[in-house]
């Protein structure tokens, strides 16, 4: 029985390389990379949505942010049947902080939801800091793994929006509608400008 060889330090960085730019090719669909698809998606969603309550004064527009769920929904079934052939120890690392982020989500949502229902009092809102700071960790552990200073360094402006909302509410009590623009701004900076930038590097690989 042979034995395994053993990696060089060369062979090994070698190795690793290989599996980074790997990963960065398989996460570059195109218009189709991940990052674009949630950082339009909910770019747009939440202008939308700020846009609505603006000028109706109506706040059961709020209620589309349950469009996101949807939209998770519709995500998943799209990476099921596009799965690639290869899959590197990064993608499957990958593949768990963003089920992690996923559990925090579901687990908030439920939280929220008996807090609003045993108190009769909607407290939704709170949920926009606590995704941002969510989806900040993901976005930012994926940098990490990617050898992507952009997109790990930018959620930290989504990190800054999330405190300032979570601090102004704990003094204030209120919950403003200029969260909604600070939601959309975040998610631009920590998930489009990222997207776009991995694109452009993927496509030199």
């Known amino acids: 029985m042979m034995e395994d060889r053993k990696l060089s330090e060369k062979e090994s960085l070698e190795l690793i390389s290989q599996m980074i730019s790997s990963t960065r090719r398989q996460i570059q669909v195109g218009s189709g990379n991940q990052y674009l698809y949630w950082g339009y998606f909910t770019t747009v969603l939440s202008v939308a949505i700020y846009l609505l309550v603006y000028f109706t004064h109506n706040s059961i527009w709020n ?6 769920l949807a939209f998770w929904g519709f ?23 963003w089920k992690v982020v996923g559990w ?37 552990i994926t940098g990490v793994i990617i050898r992507e200073p952009v997109a790990a360094y930018t959620p930290l402006a989504a990190f800054a ?45």
Request: with cysteine.
């Open 63 to 68: 209620f589309g942010w349950f469009l996101m």
């Open 75 to 97: 995500m998943a079934y799209l990476n099921r049947n596009n799965r690639q052939e290869v899959i590197t120890y990064s993608d499957k690392v990958m593949s768990q902080v």
């Open 104 to 140: 925090m989500f579901f687990i908030t949502v439920f939280v929220v939801g008996v807090i609003s229902y045993k108190f009769g009092y909607p407290c939704w809102p709170i949920m926009l800091p606590l995704s941002l700071i969510y989806c900040g960790i993901g976005s930012s």
């Open 161 to 205: 929006f999330a405190i300032y909302m979570l601090v102004s509410y704990s003094l204030t009590k209120l919950i403003l509608l200029d969260w909604y623009l600070y939601y959309a701004i975040s998610f631009v900076l920590m998930m489009v400008i990222p997207g776009h930038v991995i694109n452009q590097k993927a496509k030199r690989v």
